[in-house]
């Protein structure tokens, strides 16, 4: 079939035809895709938002089984660390340097389940052999933070999640259930990421974390887009065929 624009002759085919309109398609739908996650990640965003901005939580009863809907919620807790049982979360950068989170176990007053309170991080010196002293001063204490998942890497390397022997305990990935069982009481799947004025913390810089932001998933649709209107142009130019009748 052949379509007369001015001097410019369109002579679509069968094949070139099918394939332009199916590339379109997918092409199209990516964009779009992508335009939907922005939308869905800047709701998340702002609800992550209007947590974190709420009063504090007193947990003043049992610690919440499930903190997936409090995610970032500033939350006050008392109790007591357990000062001679920390962890050192390894593979931590910050500001191109290499260090440890410092998770230490907080036994609630009211609650049978430890909780682990992320305490800031500490840089790592240049023997890896010789840890950071991380000793705390005194052990009964009100603690300001917000809850949280705990950190997460990438690529999970087999015996990642399985802490050393020593005190503080070296571990490359918090697993609360592995974690519990070399403490020898019940954990919460979360962290309390202390709350920067909290005294004996380390460096905090808590963000609200996502892997792409939604301006990242505008830039893809963009991308997509562009795609499709390049693909267009390229159909055009083989399939015009321009000379003076």
């Not at 504090?56 to 995610?71: G, H, M, W, Y």
């Not at 500001?95 to 609650?111: D, R």
């Not at 890896?128 to 999970?156: A, C, E, M, W």
């Amino acid at each position: 079939m052949t379509i007369k624009i001015g001097l410019c002759k369109l002579r679509l085919t069968l094949i070139p035809s099918i394939a332009y309109v199916l590339l379109m398609v997918l092409l199209i739908s990516l964009g779009n895709w992508q335009l939907s996650r922005s939308s869905e990640k800047a709701a998340y965003l702002a609800e992550q938002e209007k947590q974190s901005q709420l009063p504090p939580l007193s947990l003043t009863s049992e610690l919440p089984a499930d903190a997936a809907s409090i995610r970032y919620r500033a939350v006050e807790l008392t109790g007591r660390y357990d000062t001679k049982r920390q962890f050192l979360l390894d593979n931590q950068i910050r500001h191109g340097k290499a260090g440890y989170f410092v998770m230490t176990p907080l036994l609630p007053k009211n609650s049978n389940t430890a909780v682990l309170v992320n305490r800031g991080w500490i840089e790592a010196g240049t023997d890896r052999q010789t840890l950071p002293d991380i000793t705390l001063q005194k052990s009964n204490v009100t603690v300001k933070g917000r809850i949280n998942t705990f950190p997460d890497v990438g690529y999970h390397l087999e015996g990642s999640e399985i802490p050393t022997d020593t005190w503080p305990s070296l571990v490359q990935l918090i697993d609360s259930n592995v974690v519990a069982e070399k403490l020898g009481y019940p954990l919460a799947d979360y962290q309390i990421e202390l709350h920067q004025a909290g005294g004996e913390g380390y460096l905090r810089e808590w963000r609200i974390a996502t892997v792409i932001p939604p301006e990242k998933h505008v830039a893809y649709a963009v991308q997509w887009y562009g795609l499709a209107l390049t693909l267009t142009a390229l159909f055009i130019w083989y399939a015009c065929k321009t000379k003076h009748e």
